[in-house]
């Protein structure tokens, strides 16, 4: 088992080095699965992407939630080339980002939740796999700072609509905001997913992620990680 997790993972690392490719790819892989519509096409209206336990879902949500008629959201691939391929279309798009420390920890620690659950479709990625994972996702969108919208986990969490009104003047577009209040966040989450939702259980996993997390012999990534995430944030 764990050697396939590392072989799938080696091979998304190569494939995204062909974007077209991997964007290819990925819709001949759902291509009768629901998550096709994910996927950027020409009907695309926004991208959203980031890196997991970004606040993805709920922005998601929010977005879609907030606006008079349905929007085409292409998101969750979870790869930088998503980004790419949105810039290449000139495609509104929004790329979310969380401190490492925190997105990393929150990953490894829902995975862990869902396989008690029995749930095997979230796989038993090793901490520094998904840390390689975190720095290759920005570190690839480092060069394109500028054609795109960053939005920070706080900011998605407590103001979406500051977020929403920064694509508006990027890509002269008309989002309608989200009306950000307490009422707003409940009817998001009350529908949604376990994983949106917050968890006491994975608060107490989270603790037990975070010894493997800054074990020593994962200090040189988890630098690197937080060298990424101040280059991505720094203005």
């Given at each position: 088992m764990k050697f396939q997790v590392?072989?799938?993972?080696?091979l998304k690392k190569q494939l995204?080095?062909?974007?077209?490719?991997?964007i290819s790819l990925l819709r001949w892989k759902y291509r009768n699965h629901w998550f096709k519509?994910?996927?950027?096409?020409?009907?695309t209206d926004i991208v959203i992407e980031g890196f997991p336990r970004s606040a993805n879902?709920?922005?998601v949500k929010a977005f879609a939630?907030?606006?008079?008629?349905?929007?085409n959201i292409a998101t969750h691939v979870h790869s930088h080339v998503h980004v790419l391929e949105a810039i290449k279309r000139q495609k509104p798009v929004v790329v979310l980002i969380?401190?490492?420390?925190?997105?990393?920890?929150?990953?490894?620690a829902l995975f862990i939740e869902s396989a008690g659950k029995g749930n095997n479709s979230y796989p038993q990625m090793p901490i520094h796999l998904m840390m390689d994972w975190y720095i290759r996702f920005y570190s690839g969108l480092l060069p394109y700072k500028s054609k795109f919208v960053l939005a920070k986990f706080d900011d998605v969490t407590s103001n979406i609509d500051i977020v929403i009104e920064n694509i508006n003047k990027k890509f002269n577009t008309a989002f309608h905001p989200f009306g950000h209040t307490k009422e707003n966040e409940f009817k998001i989450i009350e529908n949604a997913r376990f994983h949106l939702a917050p968890s006491?259980?994975?608060?107490?996993?989270k603790m037990q992620v975070k010894n493997e997390y800054f074990d020593k012999n994962n200090k040189k990534l988890r630098e690197l990680a937080l060298q990424t995430y101040l280059e991505m944030t720094h203005e």
């Open positions: 590392y072989l799938n993972y080696a995204e080095n062909f974007p077209a490719l991997y519509k994910r996927i950027i096409n020409e009907n879902s709920f922005f939630l907030a606006q008079n008629h349905q929007v969380r401190h490492p420390d925190e997105a990393i920890v929150s990953l490894k006491e259980l994975r608060n107490k996993i």
